[in-house]
Every structure is written in structure tokens, then in C-alpha cells.
């Protein structure tokens, strides 16, 4: 049963807290509609026990598995800050501790010299990232909520590993599809916490979101750690423009990367 913020069960009358919301189209209201069947939609926010400081829990036939619970926790206590949602440790430890242990040593090369690519079931560990984690349903709602955006999304996700041969540092927008993207840190080797992504604002107003701009003539906003876990989620429109940092050493940048597009 859903606590509140002070662990006190939480009941409300007209919807179950522990699902993600939906209402009726014809009526607006879930437990008391009287259309049989009901025609329904999703109600926003989905899950705002989050919102409101509480948690979801197992239930009945629901089962909430500990990292789906670890990550919504998470981001149940993140803020919004410089319009993206940046978390430390978003992934539970031992997840995060296989991931980066098992990291596929069976990467292929893609069209960008210098980064290497895998699919995000390319064994048991990163499967469980996505189907636990990033493709929850409960996560991808409470990302949502937390964004306050009112639709409903798929999940797209891959592996990368970048090398100091890569070179592709231009500030851009990720493509439309990007509603939300999204990127997990997880480097093998602590030392590169200088090598974050990087987040700018055009020094002239851009309002064609598909150009590429030259870092020179941008203001750089803020950078983010390189480190084990931390994970950003940044809705795409004006003030989502960023870059890969230069990576200016030798060095194997492990990270997955990925967006949700809305259905």
C-alpha cells in the first residue's frame, strides 16, 4: 500500500496510488465511473504520491523489484535544476557494480570514429537496466511527472564507449524523436570525473533546434561529473543544448545513452 511522506498509508478514494493513473474519457473519474467498459486515458499526474514525498509499494499481485525501487526513490527526491533532472547513484548498487563489471567487450564500430557501440541487451545485467529501470513503466511515468510533461512514452537505449579519437564536440539539440533524453555514467576508471557532459546556452538566441553550433559561440551553463551512476534526464526544446566534453587523454568513456520519444 502507498505511504505518504511520513509513512502513512495513503488511500484515496478515487484512484489506486500504487498504479499509474488513468480516468475515464467521458467522465474524468476512475473508481466511481459507471461507463461499462470504461474508455480510458491516462490521468496526470500518473503517480503523484511521488510527487507529494510518498512511495509505491508492493501490493497484492503488484510486486515492485528493489531497483525499480531504488531508482524511483531517486527520483522521487531529485529537483529540477537548470531544466534537466541530473541524479546521483540513480541505479541500484549492485546493478551498477554488475554493469560495470560486465561491460561487452564485443562492441561495434559505428560512423563515428572513436566511440564504439553496443545494444542494451547485450547481456543479462544491461537488460535488466533497461527492462527494470529506464523501460519501467513506473520510472519512465515518474521521470514524466517530474518534468511535468503529459504524455505517455516508448524507450530507445544503447551503450557507448568513447575514445580520446573522438571528436565530435559541436553543441546541438538531440534529434525531435529525443523528447527526453537521458544518459547513465558508468566509467571503470574513477579518474575521469572531468569529463562530463556538457550544457550551453547560444550567446545569440537559436530557435532552429537542428543547427550546429560552435562552442565558442556559446556560454557554457554547467558540466556534470563524470562518475559511476550519475544519470541527467533533459526534455528537448531551447534550453537542452549540449555537448560532449574534449577528451584530450587517452581513455575508454563507458556510458548508455538513450531517449524517450512520446506515442
Known amino acids: 500500500m502507498a ?28 473508481n466511481s465511473c459507471t461507463h461499462i467498459p470504461m474508455d480510458a486515458e ?17 501490493i497484492d499481485d503488484f510486486v515492485l523489484h528493489p531497483y525499480t525501487e531504488w531508482s524511483l526513490k531517486k527520483i522521487r527526491d531529485a529537483k529540477v535544476h537548470n531544466h534537466k533532472l541530473v ?11 554488475n554493469c560495470i563489471d560486465k561491460w561487452p567487450l564485443n562492441m ?5 570514429d572513436g566511440r564504439l557501440q553496443a545494444d542494451i541487451d547485450c547481456n543479462e545485467y544491461f537488460k535488466q537496466l533497461f527492462d527494470l529501470v529506464f523501460d519501467n513503466e513506473y520510472v519512465r511515468c515518474a521521470v514524466a511527472d517530474k518534468l511535468n510533461i503529459e504524455k505517455e512514452f516508448e524507450t530507445s537505449m544503447w551503450l557507448w564507449q568513447d575514445t580520446e579519437r573522438f571528436r565530435v564536440n559541436d553543441v546541438h539539440v538531440d534529434h525531435e524523436n529525443f523528447d527526453i533524453t537521458f544518459g547513465l555514467y558508468l566509467p571503470s576508471n574513477p579518474n575521469l570525473k572531468n569529463y562530463g557532459t556538457q550544457f550551453w546556452q547560444p550567446k545569440v538566441f537559436e530557435k532552429d533546434l537542428t543547427k550546429s553550433l560552435l562552442r565558442e559561440n556559446c556560454n557554457l551553463i554547467d558540466q556534470l561529473p563524470f562518475v559511476a551512476g550519475l544519470t541527467y534526464f533533459m526534455p528537448r526544446g531551447n534550453k537542452s543544448w549540449h555537448s ?20
Open 244 to 263: 560532449s566534453p574534449i577528451l584530450d587523454r587517452e581513455m575508454k568513456r563507458n556510458h548508455a545513452y538513450g531517449y524517450y520519444k512520446s506515442v
Open 87 to 97: 541524479i546521483e547513484n540513480f541505479i541500484h548498487p549492485d546493478l551498477q557494480y
Open 108 to 112: 561495434y564500430k559505428i560512423d563515428v
Open 3 to 30: 505511504k505518504d511522506s511520513k509513512g502513512i498509508p495513503f488511500h484515496p478514494s478515487e484512484y489506486n496510488p500504487d498504479y499509474p493513473r488513468i480516468k475515464c474519457k467521458v467522465c474524468g473519474l476512475m
Open 42 to 58: 491516462p490521468w496526470y499526474p500518473r503517480l503523484p504520491i511521488l510527487l507529494e514525498g510518498g512511495m509505491v509499494e508492493s
